[in-house]
T-cell receptor, first 112, second 117 residues
Framework: DQQVKQNSPSLSVQEGRISILNCDYT??????FLWYKKYPAEGPTFLIS?????DKNEDGRFTVFLNKSAKHLSLHIVPSQPGDSAVYFC???????????FGTGTRLQVFP | DAGVIQSPRHEVTEMGQEVTLRCKPI?????LFWYRQTMMRGLELLIY????????DSGMPEDRFSAKMPNASFSTLKIQPSEPRDSAVYFC???????????????FGEGSRLTVL
C-alpha cells in the first residue's frame, strides 16, 4: 500500500515555463511534507518542505502548495531551467514518528 | 564536512551469494535510515536506527535481510542469500534528532547499486 503517490512518472517542460509536479497521500496523520531532488548517481537532496498548518511555502523559484482536504500537494518551479532536470520525490512524515515515507518519484526533463 | 559515506558504490554478484552494504553516517547524527530505490516502489524505507538501536524494521522485505549498527559511526545491511529481485539502489541516510522530528530532513549517501545475476 503506497501511502504517498506520484502518479506521473515523467514530465517534460520547456525552459522558462512552469513545471508542476503532483503528489497525493492517503494517511491523514501526515503533518509534514517535503520534496527531494535526485540527480543520476547521487543521493536525494532536500529541496523544500511544508507543515500541515500552512497551505503554501515559497523558496525562490520553488513553491509547494498543500491541499489537506484533497490530500494533495504540488511543487511549482518557475521558471524552469535545464539544471532542474532530475527525479523529484515527494515525502511525508506523521506526527510523533521519526521516519519519512517517499513516493515513487517523477522524472522532470527541462529542454531548451 | 564529510557527508554520509556508503560502500561499495556498485556490487555485482550471483544469486545465492551474501551481500554486505556499509554506511558511515554524518558525525553527530543519531538517526540512521536504510532505503531501497526501485522503479516500481520508489524509495522504500527498510529500517531505521536511533542511537544505534533498531526502531522500526517493518520495511525489511524478508528474513534474508538484516541490518546492524554496532556503533554510532557504522552500519551494515546484509542480504543472505541474495536474489535477482534484490537488484536496486540502496541508500543510507542520517539525521539529527531535531531534523528527524521537526523537519524530517534527511542527508543521503550516494547509494550502493546492487545487481544480482
Amino acid at each position: 500500500d503506497q501511502q504517498v503517490k506520484q502518479n506521473s512518472p515523467s514530465l517534460s517542460v520547456q525552459e522558462g515555463r512552469i513545471s508542476i509536479l503532483n503528489c497525493d497521500y492517503t494517511n491523514s496523520m501526515f503533518d509534514y511534507f517535503l520534496w527531494y531532488k535526485k540527480y543520476p548517481a547521487e543521493g536525494p537532496t532536500f529541496l523544500i518542505s511544508i507543515s500541515s498548518i500552512k497551505d503554501k511555502n515559497e523558496d525562490g523559484r520553488f513553491t509547494v502548495f498543500l491541499n489537506k482536504s484533497a490530500k494533495h500537494l504540488s511543487l511549482h518551479i518557475v521558471p524552469s531551467q535545464p539544471g532542474d532536470s532530475a527525479v523529484y520525490f515527494c515525502a511525508a512524515s506523521a506526527v510523533n514518528t521519526d521516519k519519512l515515507i517517499f513516493g515513487t518519484g517523477t522524472r522532470l526533463q527541462v529542454f531548451p | 564536512d564529510a557527508g554520509v559515506i556508503q560502500s561499495p558504490r556498485h556490487e555485482v554478484t550471483e544469486m545465492g551469494q551474501e551481500v554486505t552494504l556499509r554506511c558511515k553516517p554524518i558525525s553527530g547524527h543519531d538517526y540512521l535510515f536504510w532505503y531501497r530505490q526501485t522503479m516500481m516502489r520508489g524509495l522504500e524505507l527498510l529500517i531505521y536506527f536511533n542511537n544505534n538501536v533498531p526502531i522500526d524494521d517493518s520495511g525489511m522485505p524478508e528474513d534474508r535481510f538484516s541490518a546492524k549498527m554496532p556503533n554510532a559511526s557504522f552500519s551494515t545491511l546484509k542480504i543472505q542469500p541474495s536474489e535477482p529481485r534484490d537488484s536496486a539502489v540502496y541508500f543510507c541516510a542520517s539525521s539529527s534528532r531535531q531534523g528527524a522530528l521537526v523537519t524530517g530532513e534527511l542527508f543521503f549517501g550516494e547509494g550502493s547499486r546492487l545487481t544480482v545475476l
